[in-house]
């Protein structure tokens, strides 16, 4: 899946030091949400919202959100976008945004799974409050590394990440590999969901 540019990307990031995950001992356990979200109250995809600025770093775009009211967008169906020089994500930016994603996850049946990433530029990534991982600034494509995650129950874990697109093109997708997978693949739009009552 991970293209030659990509691995070469990846390696080169981990060499100058750009690239923050979790622990490197061995997989995270994360813990279920509790309470479990009732049946009805979610609606499908992500929650998020805009932050119009040029950010260098994911830490700007929490500061600039503090003084400047982010704008509700259209909730992402799923984290499949690579839009090249197109509007970045659901907003009608394409440059120089902030994204606040908030939501949760569906993990279906306990077990080993991993997750990566392809970004450009900057993303922070928490699982039921945990960061995951991190590559904060500007950069061009890349993959994170495969990031491993113990689930001992099934159910809805919350998710959030803090992203932003600075100039030219624009990506942010997410991938896993489940318990009884053999390989990655997006995750699948029926496994996100948000509180509406956050929009």
């Known amino acids: 899946m991970r293209s030659a540019k990509g691995r070469w990307q990846w390696a080169l990031a981990v060499v100058l030091g750009l690239v923050a995950i979790g622990p490197a001992n061995g997989a995270e356990t994360l813990a279920l949400a509790k309470p479990q979200p009732g049946e009805g109250t979610l609606k499908p995809g992500l929650g998020v919202k805009y932050v119009p600025w040029e950010f260098n770093h994911v830490d700007e775009v929490l500061q600039i959100a503090k003084s400047n009211k982010p704008r509700v967008g259209t909730p992402l169906p799923m984290l499949n976008y690579n839009?090249?020089?197109?509007?970045?994500?659901?907003?009608?930016?394409?440059?120089?945004?902030?994204?606040?994603?908030?939501?949760?996850?569906?993990?279906?049946?306990?077990?080993?799974?991993?997750?990566?990433?392809?970004?450009?530029?900057?993303?922070?990534?928490?699982?039921?409050?945990?960061?995951?991982?991190?590559?904060?600034?500007?950069?061009?494509?890349?993959?994170?590394?495969?990031?491993?995650?113990?689930?001992?129950?099934?159910?809805?874990?919350?998710?959030?990440?803090?992203?932003?697109?600075?100039?030219?093109?624009?990506?942010?997708?997410?991938?896993?590999?489940?318990?009884?997978?053999?390989?990655?693949?997006?995750?699948?739009?029926e496994n996100f969901a948000h509180d509406p009552t956050k929009e």
């Open 83 to 189: 839009v090249g020089a197109g509007k970045v994500l659901t907003s009608d930016n394409t440059d120089l945004i902030g994204a606040l994603i908030d939501g949760f996850i569906k993990l279906p049946k306990p077990g080993d799974y991993k997750f990566t990433i392809q970004h450009n530029d900057g993303v922070r990534f928490f699982l039921a409050g945990k960061k995951i991982y991190e590559n904060p600034g500007v950069t061009a494509d890349v993959f994170s590394p495969h990031l491993e995650i113990k689930v001992t129950e099934a159910g809805w874990y919350p998710l959030s990440m803090v992203y932003f697109e600075k100039r030219n093109t624009a990506t942010l997708e997410l991938y896993w590999q489940g318990p009884d997978d053999d390989d990655f693949k997006f995750v699948p739009a």
